[in-house]
């Protein structure tokens, strides 16, 4: 069982940054990957980045690479999102999973946090 909490969303202009945190807590037997997803009002949620359990491998939707940096700290059980050079399309609620990999999917992600909304004006 894992629990997942977001934090660090809010409300930038076009050009800025944010950077997003994902706490973990509970006892697991498994090791998870994560990553993040988000979802725009209207629209499916997709999927933006995800990192293995070791961090050594990384994935990317490509409207975000370049601009996104996705990353974990096992020993704090934290995972983060840092994005910069953001645009008014990544305007959404980020969500926080946990899963099997490739983390690259809806499908296999188990757990999932509550959500953070980030907005981004123009």
């Known amino acids: 069982q894992v629990q997942l909490v977001e934090s660090g969303g809010g409300l930038v202009q076009a050009g800025g940054s944010l950077k997003l945190s994902c706490a973990a807590s509970?006892?697991?037997?498994?090791?998870?990957?994560m990553g993040w997803f988000r979802q725009a009002p209207g629209k499916e949620r997709e999927f933006v980045a995800s990192?293995?359990?070791?961090?050594?491998?990384?994935y990317y939707t490509d409207s975000v690479k370049g601009r996104f940096t996705i990353s974990r700290d096992n020993a704090k059980n934290t995972m983060y999102l840092q994005m910069n050079s953001l645009k008014p399309e990544d305007t959404a609620v980020y969500y926080c999973?946990?899963?099997?990999?490739?983390?690259?999917?809806?499908?296999?992600?188990?757990?999932w946090g509550q959500g953070t909304q980030v907005t981004v004006s123009s």
């Open positions: 999973a946990a899963g099997s990999a490739p983390l690259t999917t809806t499908l296999r992600a188990t757990y």
């Open positions: 990192v293995s359990w070791s961090g050594g491998i990384t």
């Open positions: 509970g006892r697991t037997f498994r090791n998870y990957a």
